[in-house]
């Protein structure tokens, strides 16, 4: 600035040279050069010295700026280095996050996986009821099975053995001693049952209403109303010539075939009697269902009524609901819904075993009527065979 301030002023004082300047004399014939080139000489040394100071005050200029340039470029540069290491750190930081956060994820995936839940242990004791159950329910159609199949085939300390008449009167003996109703007390032939009790053995309710058969009086009256409606007395025994006889020995093909068809309907009507029989302890995830259902509560289930409290529980239960909609994972949910499949295949198989019997009973169905429409042959003497 010094020096711009320096040519300025040159400049100045030159113009005001020239202006101050003397005029030269001119001569007569011509004018005088000598005061002119003396002029041109000192404004051209003039010119000459601003030209040189304005060159090296722009040099210099340029020169600063070059450098003010090159130390701003160099800065800007540092200041990119700077950003670039800055964003290597942000990043490398932001990995680390995220690899802490999916090892966290993946820690809690893990734990969820191998936690097991509430339900889980709700529904295995539930699932064993069940099990524990149909397999005393078995025991118990099985006795009551061998007990009626004696009783069809006439068997030794069976009424049907002494003939049919003594069967009938079995039979009407003990009706009278339970069941008594109003017709049979009015004609004196009993005493009237009381309310719950009257004709017992001919109410379907008697077998198909509880889901647990209350005592051993409950579990009677379903007996006897199975078998009133199966086969309320069985024919005589066929004893002595009834055997060895030709007549005796005829007719023991048919009477094996009505044994067989009465022990089948025996069997299914006993499988459903068995079904509602008091077999199992239930859980107390069943207990607490069926004081919501408002069955009494009892500690021994039967079959029927722990896979109905079971059911019910996951159907209808807030515990249950509540569980669900908690489980962390998908893994907890599909382990719900892989045992609730495990259920209902559970049912189907029972539903299967049933249908079988059911099959069986249509067979025997179909076979009565198929001898029903044979045709009937007179009796043929028997072919005697001589040798030639």
């Known amino acids: 600035m010094k020096r711009l301030r320096g040519v300025l002023l040159a400049s100045a004082c030159f113009a005001a040279g020239m202006m101050l300047a003397p005029r030269p004399a001119y001569a007569l014939f011509g004018i005088d050069e000598g005061p002119i080139i003396a002029a041109i000489t000192a404004l051209q040394s003039a010119m000459n010295s601003v030209v040189t100071t304005t060159k090296n005050v722009l040099n210099e200029s340029l020169g600063l700026i070059n450098g003010s340039l090159g130390d701003g470029f160099t800065q800007i540069s540092n200041y990119m280095k700077a950003q670039v290491g800055a964003q290597e750190q942000i990043s490398d930081a932001n990995n680390l996050v995220q690899a802490r956060l999916a090892r966290d994820v993946r820690n809690a995936q893990i734990r969820d996986d191998h936690a097991v839940n509430r339900q889980d242990c709700l529904n295995l004791e539930g699932g064993q009821s069940a099990v524990v159950a149909a397999h005393n329910a078995m025991d118990v159609a099985a006795a009551l ?49 009381s309310a719950g009790i009257k004709a017992a053995d001919q109410n379907a309710s008697s077998l198909l209403t509880p889901p647990v058969y209350a005592d051993q009086n409950a579990i009677d009256s379903a007996n006897d109303y199975e078998t009133t409606l199966i086969q309320p007395v069985a024919p005589a025994a066929l004893r002595g010539s009834a055997l060895n006889t030709t007549e005796g020995q005829q007719s023991l093909p048919q009477r094996r075939g009505y044994n067989a068809a009465i022990s089948l309907a025996h069997r299914i009507g006993d499988d459903v009697l068995s079904w509602h029989t008091g077999t199992v302890t239930l859980s107390a995830a069943q207990k607490a269902e069926a004081q919501r259902e408002g069955i009494t509560q009892t500690d021994t289930g039967s079959q029927w009524e722990a896979t109905e409290l079971e059911v019910n529980r996951k159907y209808a239960g ?11 994972g998908d893994k907890s949910v599909l382990i719900q819904i892989a045992l609730l499949d495990a259920q209902r295949n559970w049912l189907m198989w029972q539903q299967l075993k049933l249908e079988q019997a059911r099959a069986l009973a249509e067979a025997a169905r179909l076979s009565i009527a198929a001898e029903q429409r044979r045709p009937r042959t007179s009796p043929m003497p028997v072919p005697s065979t001589s040798s030639n």
């Open 318 to 328: 807030t515990d249950w609901q509540g569980d669900l909609q908690a489980m962390p």
């Open 145 to 193: 099975d061998q007990a009626k199949d004696e009783r069809t085939r006439g068997a030794r300390n069976t009424p049907s053995w002494a003939g049919g008449g003594q069967a009938a009167q079995a039979n009407n003996t003990h009706h009278f001693s339970k069941y008594c109703d109003d017709a049979e007390a009015e004609a004196g032939i009993c005493s009237l049952a």
